[in-house]
């Protein structure tokens, strides 16, 4: 991790443009705790100094206390706020709706913009290939913006998912090839799993145990050579993330016979005669999926043989993890901004309103804890050293609980008619997509061992 990204994780925004109950992004303390003090029992959390004043949970506006002088945040400067600025300007609840109607379901200008000129789509690629080679935290701190606006867009598929697939396993010539359209946010890619991608990226079990990606049965899609020497793909794979429009597509498929079953990843381009691809209903308008079906679709080998093709998508996986978490703890600030908001404007009329007023306070400072928890699980994973142990998948359930959470209680405030539902479909469907969160704990602790008797 370069400097940069180490300071990206230890200072506050200066000036943040919308003070949020989550406040601006900080590592956990290593020292003295910074906190606000309890409130007394009995009594609703304290307001925050300055203007306007207000009775609920609300962050102050300015940066918190600090140990010692508060640095520039390089990371804050160059993506943080340029990408609020963006998201808050083409991304509202109205503008995403409008975004997931389309044919591509994003909004293509926007996507534009954020591969060119803030450089998302390209942030943790090598320089080599057009990328800006930046640490993992820096795509977390992009991950929670987009996840606060909950904006449909590529970046999930593309950049977290695909891309370090391309990166690990490409040959020379595949990399030259794509990672600079990728970089440049021309080229979108999807990753199709017929198992499910949690299963695939190792999120909720062993993706080494069994044939998950067909392994001679019905269902799954296998991979057989052709008379040419390449290979042809049959079968196919519900639930892929930005499937119906990606310019790419990255298939895990069943390859060989008993002797040498194995899974490898393909490279099938939009255009590819056999391939149908079709949207599907989804839970979450801004998380678009579809159905993949290969009919004997002509494809090319991501890599060469022998490539350890589950270890990169397991170490694929964990990664991918903290991004989710820092969109759900994005996701979850946001809405935790609405709920402070509507508290602090409301009056009791009557001591029983005073009594239901007061405890709903109470419980959206619960929240705003649970939130701040999550999000120092998550950049304390994203700054995990190599793939790390399985601290990805812990931090997102723990911030898909947060969000579900923070979802739930702001709907019982607000309703329906603020856009808060997304909020609340976002997190069941990454649930359905990557979890469920006792799911995620329990690989984890398989992984590492936590549960594993000693040896006597």
């Known amino acids: 991790m370069d400097a940069a990204d180490n300071a990206a994780l230890n200072a506050p925004l200066a ?118 080679g930046r640490a993992p935290t820096a795509l977390a701190l992009a991950c929670e913006e987009t996840g606060r606006a909950l904006a449909p867009s590529p970046l999930l598929a593309t950049t977290v998912l695909a891309a370090p697939l391309l990166a690990a396993l490409g040959t020379p010539a595949q990399r030259a090839d794509l990672l600079p359209r990728v970089a440049d946010g021309s080229l979108t890619c999807a990753l199709a799993a017929p198992a499910g991608i949690a299963h695939a990226l190792g999120l909720t079990g062993d993706n080494t145990a069994g044939h998950w990606s067909g392994g001679g049965r019905a269902g799954g899609i296998q991979a057989a050579r052709a008379e040419d020497g390449g290979w042809r793909l049959y079968g196919e794979a519900a639930r892929v993330i930005d499937g119906h429009s990606a310019g790419l597509l990255l298939v895990a498929a069943h390859a060989g016979g008993f002797a040498r079953s194995r899974t490898l990843l393909f490279l099938v381009p939009a255009d590819a005669p056999g391939l149908v691809r079709t949207r599907e209903p989804a839970l979450d308008l801004t998380r678009t999926q579809a159905t993949v079906q290969f009919r004997d679709t002509a494809a ?97 359930a723990h911030a898909l609980e947060a969000l579900r959470a923070t979802a739930e209680e702001v709907l019982r405030l607000h309703g329906t008619d603020t856009g808060d539902d997304l909020s609340f479909k976002r997190a069941a469907s990454d649930e359905l997509l990557f979890g469920p969160a006792r799911r995620l704990r329990a690989r984890a602790a398989e992984r590492t061992g936590l549960f594993r008797e000693e040896a006597a």
């Open 15 to 132: 000036e943040p443009p919308i003070a949020t109950p989550a406040g601006p992004l900080a590592a956990p303390p290593a020292g003295p705790s910074t906190a606000r003090p309890a409130a007394a029992e009995g009594e609703p959390p304290a307001a925050p100094a300055g203007p306007p004043p207000t009775r609920g949970p609300v962050a102050p506006a300015g940066p918190p206390p600090t140990r010692g002088p508060v640095a520039p945040l390089a990371e804050e400067q160059e993506f943080r706020r340029p990408l609020r600025d963006l998201l808050t300007e083409r991304a509202g609840p109205h503008a995403n709706r409008a975004a997931t109607a389309t044919p591509e379901g994003y909004d293509t200008a926007l996507w534009a913009r954020m591969a060119d000129p803030l450089g998302l789509a390209g942030l943790t690629l090598p320089a080599e290939y057009g990328g800006a």
């Open 300 to 396: 090319e080998l991501l890599g060469e043989e022998p490539a350890d093709v589950l270890g990169a998508l397991a170490a694929t996986g964990r990664a991918a993890a903290v991004m989710l978490a820092a969109e759900a703890v994005g996701a979850a600030a946001a809405a935790l901004d609405r709920a402070a908001g509507q508290l602090g404007g409301r009056e009791p009329s009557a001591r029983s309103a005073a009594g239901s007023l007061h405890a709903a306070r109470h419980r959206v400072a619960e929240l705003f804890v649970q939130v701040e928890a999550a999000r120092s699980l998550t950049y304390c994973a994203a700054r995990e050293p190599g793939p790390g142990p399985d601290g990805g998948p812990l931090a997102l």
